[in-house]
């Protein structure tokens, strides 16, 4: 497939992507017309369609760099990972809930967009960025555990 064909195709799938994320939070708006122990907020909406769509279209965009399957299944994984990542820590905290310390997980999130940029995508330097991403999620807790001290989060 020519280059100019994959450009075709993008918009095609970004507007799927866009479908696919409504459709996804219709669930949580469903779940919330039956049970009162679901409640979204206007925010929380917001802020999932934004990460849904966000990651989604991050996706859809990297993985066309490659035919091969291998490294469209590892930006899924690691697009995935980086979803999971940011969705526990906004609505629970990794490190307990109203820990100071779950801002340090913004900084594997830095480690791989910037890793990502700098190594433009190929598989080697992804490989490289996402080992020194999972170096730097090891070492915050760690850090955090130095640095605050309390130990009533654990």
Not at 14 to 39: D, G, W
Request: with cysteine; aromatic share 14%; glycine share 6%.
């Amino acid at each position: 497939m020519k280059f100019y064909e994959t450009c075709s195709l993008l918009p095609k799938r970004i507007a799927l992507v866009f479908i696919i994320t409504a459709i996804l939070l219709l669930i949580p708006f469903t779940a919330m017309q039956f049970s009162n122990e679901v409640y979204w907020s206007l925010f929380d909406f917001i802020i999932a369609a934004l990460l849904l769509f966000g990651i989604s279209a991050t996706y859809e965009i990297i993985s066309r760099r490659s035919k091969s399957t291998i490294y469209k299944a590892a930006v899924g994984l690691a697009v995935g990972t980086l979803l999971l990542l940011i969705w526990v820590n906004l609505a629970v905290g990794i490190i307990g809930n109203d820990n100071p310390a779950n801002l340090l997980y913004f900084a594997v999130i830095a480690t791989a967009f910037l890793g990502s940029i700098a190594s433009l995508f190929k598989p080697k330097g992804m490989a490289y960025t996402m080992f020194t991403s999972a170096v730097v999620m090891m070492l915050i807790p760690t850090i955090s555990l130095i640095i605050w001290s309390r130990g009533d989060w654990f």
